[in-house]
């Protein structure tokens, strides 16, 4: 049993997006669990003590498959919109390289299918509606380009 599901994710060098679904545990304890895990082996690596995130997450709910499907091509084209590579799939970093048909380390980390499910009950059609669906021009808004403003 786990916490959580992951559909996507994209390792950028100063933040990460993650595309998760509930199961057992509430946003919250997943994100508290993930930083503490990955402070402490970051610290132990780079022989280092403090906190690694600066600030608390930020997170929003996805009501529709339309949404679900804008929030990845988003996350996945992250590293394109800050100029690092010209297509997402030439970044390493991020879980569109499973979604293109690669091997996964550690496999079943990305549960893929949900996503491709929604272009296609056909693996191979899939794939090949998701690259059509990356490559798509879009003005995709997601949650840090919303301005937030103080009331």
Not at 11 to 34: F, P, V
Not at 50 to 75: A, P
Request: overall charge positive; hydrophobic content about 30%.
């Amino acid at each position: 049993m786990t916490c959580c599901e992951i559909y996507g994710y994209c390792l950028m060098g100063n933040h990460a997006h993650l595309l998760i679904k509930e199961t057992k545990e509430n946003i919250s304890q997943i994100m508290e669990r993930i930083g503490t895990r990955y402070s402490w082996w970051y610290n132990w690596k780079y022989e280092r003590v403090g906190h690694v995130f600066q600030d608390r997450f930020k997170s929003e709910c996805i009501e529709d498959y339309s949404y679900l499907l804008t929030v990845i091509r988003y996350i996945h084209n992250n590293p394109v919109k800050a100029k690092i590579v010209d297509k997402s799939d030439q970044y390493r970093w991020s879980s569109n390289f499973t979604y293109c048909g690669g091997k996964e380390y550690p496999q079943g980390l990305t549960k893929i299918e949900v996503i491709l499910k929604l272009l296609s009950e056909d693996k191979k059609a899939a794939i090949e509606k998701f690259h059509e669906f990356m490559e798509q021009e879009n003005n995709d808004k997601c949650l840090e380009d919303k301005k937030r403003t103080r009331v």
